[in-house]
């Protein structure tokens, strides 16, 4: 296998955050602190979403799959982070980076292309209101749900695949603070063309065109509401979209800048890369709960609260 054959290190040594010296013990709280509330806020949505019967439509299911994503993408580098700064330990082992890169980009992949799904529910759904049932069935949300998680795992394995069979002979200290594309493949002994034209593609137009997508999808759905008589109708609709479309925009913000931008300094990837690991996911069930009545209702209802009745 290329991996024996070429790669001569067993170990990356992690730099951190740039100029942090002596801030480990705030940046660990800090850090543990955002952890947390991600954890629990969505652990609560999806608790709410699945423990409520009038909250399994398809909307709910792919809120459901988008809480799981923020779970698990601030998983992939925020407890090896913490872990260091606790044990004052930078090291990460060869397979442990390997497995950073996968799952960083396998989920945040999945995020891109669900979120692209979310916009064409909302687009049927309020575009076509009389045929969503039809063209919103069971088969065609799971396999919408499916498809995006089995398309960014072909797109993780040829990402990691090809980084991780280049050779590594040299330095293996890693100028960040987990292990993603860019600052690893800095060390790589060989040649990276290919890897960068398939980093291009993968990480800047697939994301782009997810975007474009969703923005079209919006333009669509802008013009069938402002049509709409004034109302509750009008209201909850436009409310809903808002909600997508601020999470959409905080996501695609940032990986936006740092995949399409790789001269930034290393303060800003830093910083926009912390936004999206750590402060979007926690933000993601604040912002999907606070208008959203049926969601603030199953809450209740999870957490012991009476529902006030229809």
């Known amino acids: 296998m290329g991996l024996d054959n070429h790669t001569m290190v067993t170990h990356f040594i992690l730099l951190g955050i740039p100029n942090t010296d002596g801030l480990q013990t705030i940046l660990f709280f800090t850090f543990l602190a955002f952890y947390l509330c991600t954890l629990l806020g969505n652990l609560l ?5 699945l423990g409520d019967p009038r909250l399994h439509t398809p909307m709910y299911f792919f809120l459901c799959n988008l809480a799981v994503l923020d779970i698990g993408l601030s998983s992939v580098n925020i407890p ?12 990460i082992s060869l397979g442990g980076c390997m497995a950073q890169v996968f799952f960083y ?16 529910d909302r687009y049927v ?3 076509h209101p009389l045929r969503y049932v039809l063209i919103m069935n069971h088969r065609v949300v ?4 499916a498809g995006t ?18 050779p590594y002979c040299g330095s293996n200290v890693v100028d960040y603070f987990f292990c993603d594309l860019f600052p690893v493949v800095k060390l790589a002994c060989g040649d990276t063309y ?3 034209t398939v980093t291009f593609i993968n990480t800047g137009m697939v994301p782009m065109t997810c975007f474009v997508l969703i923005l079209s999808s919006y333009v669509r759905i802008v013009y069938s509401i402002i049509k709409m008589n004034a109302g509750e109708g009008q209201r909850k609709a436009a409310s809903t979209c808002a909600s997508h479309l601020v999470v959409v925009i905080m996501f695609f913000g940032p990986c936006a800048l740092v995949y399409t931008q790789p001269q930034l300094s290393k303060v800003w990837v830093t910083t926009l890369d912390v936004f999206g690991n750590l402060v979007t996911p926690m933000l993601n069930p604040a912002i999907y709960t606070l208008r959203n009545k049926e969601v ?9 609260g009476k529902t006030p009745a229809r």
Do not use: P
């Open 149 to 166: 998680w089995i398309c960014s795992s072909f797109h993780a394995t040829i990402l990691a695949s090809l980084t991780f069979t280049l």
């Open 105 to 120: 980009h396998f989920l945040a992949s999945t995020e891109s292309l669900l979120y692209t799904v979310m916009a064409f």
């Open 194 to 196: 290919v890897l960068e």
């Open 80 to 91: 090896k982070y913490l872990a260091n700064l606790w044990a004052n330990s930078n090291t």
């Open 45 to 49: 949505i999806f608790s709410a979403i």
């Open 296 to 304: 603030n209702e199953g809450l209740r209802k999870l957490l012991g």
């Open 142 to 145: 799971t396999l919408l749900a």
């Open 125 to 127: 759904a309020i575009c």
